[in-house]
């Protein structure tokens, strides 16, 4: 995932289960699945559709085509799976009754990505486990969404939500929720070309990657001087220990 803060949590390993393109009892001859799912490592399914357990009807069904316009200014928890997935299925149930909860709310959103049939939606999220759970807003201040670690159960699902989702985040479709701060530095962007946005950014950016090399140089530079300092206590160390052992050694013999 791109950079949780995300930044941000592990989940646990129960949605840690099936790895994108690991092999598994329920995932299908990969002689089927066409060659761009198989290079991804997303496996295609060639069964029928009735051997998969329904989508959860409650669940938003998001795609490329509609991700940005249904999740713009929601607070959102989005369960990216596959329909072959043995731990997805063993999370729908509990999914679709926390999504009955989220129906139409204004301002969360509970949903799911389904990454056989949207592997660049997925992609660009950093999919790399199934299922995997991510929750925020993705065109808020920290667009990067987070991902859950919690239980998987209805119940400790709906108790996470319940906390997060109710509550919006700070972005352009939600000023209310900004600070006085970001709304006024929103507000100031939001007036800008996007030209001038694009330009401001990558000055951004390139002052990260330098504040980051020069850490980096910074701590190659004391690494240095720290192997120097520490072999010289190693050597000015052995000597002294020698000498000791040298005039122990005299002492011992006077006796």
């Known amino acids: 995932m791109t950079g949780l803060p995300l930044r941000f949590v592990v989940a646990a390993a129960?949605?840690?289960?099936?790895?994108?393109?690991?092999?598994?009892?329920?995932?299908?001859?990969?002689?089927?699945?066409?060659?761009d799912a198989q290079s991804k490592g997303i496996q295609a399914d060639d069964r029928s559709s009735e051997d998969h357990p329904p989508s959860s009807p409650a669940s938003v069904s998001l795609t490329s085509a509609n991700f940005k316009e249904l999740t713009k200014g929601k607070t959102v928890f989005i369960k990216f799976y596959a329909p072959w997935c043995p731990h997805c299925k063993e999370l729908a149930p509990a999914w679709e009754e926390l999504a009955k909860?989220?129906?139409?709310h204004p301002v969360g959103l509970v949903g799911e990505v389904d990454c056989t049939a949207e592997q660049s939606l997925c992609e660009e999220h950093d999919i790399e486990g199934l299922p995997t759970l991510l929750f925020g807003d993705p065109t808020?201040?920290?667009?990067?969404?987070?991902?859950?670690?919690?239980?998987?159960?209805?119940?400790?699902l709906r108790s996470f939500a319940k906390k997060t989702l109710a509550v919006p985040i700070c972005s352009p479709a939600n000023l209310d929720a900004c600070d006085d701060v970001n709304r006024k530095e929103m507000l100031r962007f939001m007036t800008m070309s996007e030209e001038e946005i694009v330009g401001l950014i990558e000055e951004g950016e390139g002052k990260v990657a330098e504040a980051e090399e020069d850490f980096d140089r910074g701590f190659k530079e004391m690494q240095k001087k720290y192997d120097e300092l520490s072999l010289r206590k190693e050597?000015?160390?052995?000597k002294t220990k020698e000498r000791i052992r040298t005039m122990r050694a005299v002492r011992t013999s006077r006796s």
């Not at 840690?16 to 699945?33: C, I, R, Y």
């Not at 050597?235 to 052995?238: E, G, L, M, Q, S």
């Open 14 to 35: 129960f949605f840690q289960g099936v790895a994108l393109g690991e092999a598994s009892e329920s995932t299908p001859d990969t002689a089927t699945a066409p060659a």
């Open 235 to 238: 050597i000015n160390v052995a």
């Open 101 to 104: 909860d989220w129906v139409d």
């Open 140 to 156: 808020g201040i920290s667009s990067e969404m987070e991902q859950y670690a919690g239980d998987n159960s209805a119940t400790k």
